[in-house]
């Protein structure tokens, strides 16, 4: 988002400002938490120690790489699952399988997370998200809350866009919202409209494997794609997604690519798209299948729209997807029939970089503009079809029917939304209840923390008249989220023994240092509350090595009880990593530096966790 805050800043300023000065602060949660009519709104928050939520919010952390996993209604912070970003707590990116997985990168830029769908209903069984830093994609479990995968997406810089999954997880979509040269190579700025591309990646997720994959690429033209969804029922072979900077301005965006009164959202047939590559129409380009839409025709249409569009959003029947305006303070409302049936009769009104589009008047159904609402950005649905689209500038969220146009109800939140979620809100049939803004700036709402003030969500209940009723301030950034009925998770207590595994000790007896070399392998164990690394040593917690050895540190946990995890970290060299009841962990590292070192468990595991240490000694070389 923050790409249009220059030139809405002087606009956002005044809004805020008027927003602090005039709003209705009676509906603010702090009076409405204290008030009440039948049942008090902080009774209807309130989760008794003991009892849990009925849903869990999966919330993007944004440029902190991790995702926050938290309850709703209580929104009490359950945990947080590093992705892309290295974290202390977990070892994740310290150990030997993350710190591959994560290709050399320390950070990430989280936005968009989405669950695995069946039938287009959440089905509980994986997250996915985007990394717009670095240009990654993660799977992560929901048996185990890790990532399972990351891959790097080469020719798209910054999927953005993503990741929206199709009804059954075939794929999801990952387009670029900055264009590059194909291989990402040097090519002069002169040359954009003919050198850069914005290419989109078609990724699948291989659920026995657990593997991402990149199945074809298409080589779009040199614009900006800010945000996509997939099709549902009649529309689930189809997606859509919106772009900016058609204008194909290579400096000063905030002006130069705002000229154009209409950008486009690119309509595409996945089907089609995938029968092309099956039958040979695409190029191998940097070891992936490209489609060149001005040279392999078919499947990609251009619908105009309003001038820098933002998020699109397709309805839980399907049957249309709505836009909105971020510069004009309209959403339009599109047909996917309409669509189809102009696609059949090409009625086309031209054509840019051989892909045709379609006319906006044989496509739209309705633009939607609610009195004095500015700055539409995305919308969330409830269960019976009525639309919630969050407003940037006016600070609120308005509710209202797709199939009038007609508004239902506004609440004003604190302030500057972004996006919001709703209770399965991407599902073919989302749940109604709760509705969570999650706003870009949270103001004075809490305790000063200096110059910068945290994000902040607010849930509302949507049962009735909308009212907010919580209040909470957040780690950066919440970009986006999903909420899932708690019921559809089921997570495992331990990791199951695997025989097969190499690497794992799970008998005493059988904890080994094995020397190979110059490099030497630990199998050991952790327990409560010790550390075996040799079991027939006269110091069998202790592990000695030479200056310049190569170690690995194969750990295995064997309490197989919930919720006994053991830390690993050696004193002074910057190691840390966690295993959980059952799990094996490797850590790989060149014993560089001589000396005594004291290794300790760092995960408070039994009364005796204080003394679950031993050494890690280094004898120097010379
Ligand atoms: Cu800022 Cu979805 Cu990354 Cu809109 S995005 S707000
Ligand atoms: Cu093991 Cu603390």
């Given at each position: 988002m923050k790409k249009w805050v220059p030139i809405a800043s002087g606009l956002l300023a005044g809004f805020v400002a008027a927003t602090i000065s005039f709003a209705d602060f009676s509906q603010s949660t702090n009076t409405q938490v204290a008030s009440g009519s039948t049942k008090s709104n902080a009774e209807k928050v309130y989760v008794p120690f003991g009892e849990k939520d009925d849903y869990y919010l999966f919330a993007s952390g944004g440029h902190s790489g991790q995702m926050f996993i938290y309850g709703v209604p209580s929104m009490r912070h359950i945990r947080t699952v590093p992705v892309f970003s290295q974290d202390s707590a977990t070892g994740y990116g310290f150990d030997e399988h993350s710190k591959k997985m994560m290709g050399g990168y320390t950070w990430g830029d989280l936005h968009h997370p989405a669950f695995s769908e069946t039938k287009g209903d959440y089905d509980g069984k994986y997250m996915f998200a985007t990394d717009v830093g670095n240009s990654r994609a993660a799977a992560m479990d929901l048996e185990t809350f890790t990532v399972k995968d990351i891959i790097n997406v080469p020719?798209?810089?910054?999927?953005?866009?993503?990741?929206f999954v199709t009804e059954n997880t075939e794929y999801m979509f990952l387009p670029t919202r900055f264009a590059v040269p194909i291989g990402s190579e040097y090519k002069s700025l002169d040359e954009y409209s003919d050198q850069y591309r914005g290419v989109m990646s078609a990724v699948t997720f291989d659920q026995n494997k657990e593997k991402l994959n990149i199945a074809y690429q298409v080589a779009l033209p040199p614009w900006s794609y800010d945000l996509s969804d997939a099709g549902k029922k009649s529309s689930a072979d189809w997606a859509v997604m919106t772009t900016y900077n058609t204008e194909e301005?290579?400096?000063?965006?905030?002006?130069n690519a705002s000229q154009a009164d209409r950008d486009y959202i690119v309509l595409f047939n996945w089907k089609e798209l995938e029968k092309m590559v099956a039958e040979g129409q695409y190029d191998e380009v940097t070891g992936q299948k490209m489609i060149f839409p001005e040279k392999h025709k078919g499947g990609i249409y251009l619908v105009p729209v309003a001038k820098s569009p933002h998020g699109v959003d397709v309805t839980p029947d399907g049957k249309h997807f709505i836009a909105s305006g971020k510069l004009a303070p309209s959403m339009t409302v599109f047909s996917f029939e309409k669509a189809f049936e102009a696609v059949k009769n090409q009625d086309f009104s031209g054509e840019r970089n051989g892909i045709p589009i379609l006319k906006y008047e044989s496509v739209m159904e309705r633009e939607v503009n609610p009195e004095n609402a500015l700055g539409p950005l995305h919308t969330q649905f409830d269960d019976k079809g009525m639309a919630y689209t969050t407003m940037f500038i006016s600070s609120e969220i308005v509710k209202w029917d797709p199939k009038t146009g007609e508004t239902l109800d506004r609440v004003p939140v604190?302030?500057?939304?972004g996006h919001s979620v709703a209770a399965e809100g991407d599902t073919v049939s989302p749940d109604g209840k709760w509705l969570i803004a999650l706003n870009k700036i949270a103001k004075d709402s809490y305790l000063s923390v200096g110059p910068s003030h945290p994000e902040s969500m607010q849930l509302i209940d949507i049962s009735g008249k909308m009212k907010v009723i919580q209040s909470s301030p957040v780690n950066p950034e919440p970009h986006y989220a999903q909420i899932i009925k708690a019921d559809k998770i089921k997570t495992i207590e331990v990791y199951p023994k695997d025989e097969n595994n190499k690497l794992a000790t799970y008998k005493q007896e059988d904890a080994k240092i094995v020397r190979n070399g110059n490099e030497v392998h630990v199998y050991g164990i952790a327990m409560r509350s010790k550390f075996i690394f040799d079991a027939k040593a006269k110091r069998p917690d202790v592990i000695e090595v030479n200056q310049g050895d190569k170690v690995f540190i194969h750990l295995?946990?064997?309490?197989?009880?919930?919720?006994i995890t053991h830390g690993f970290a050696i004193n002074s060299y910057n190691l840390n990593m966690e295993v959980q009841p059952g799990q094996t962990n490797t850590l790989e590292f060149t014993a560089d530096k001589a000396g005594t070192f004291p290794l300790y468990c760092?995960?408070?595991?039994?009364?005796?966790h204080q003394e679950m240490t031993g050494y890690f000694l280094v004898k120097p070389t010379k």
């Open positions: 020719n798209t810089s910054g999927p953005h866009c993503a990741a301005a290579t400096t000063n965006l905030e002006i604190q302030y500057s939304p295995t946990n064997t309490d197989f009880d919930e919720d760092t995960n408070f595991c039994s009364a005796l």
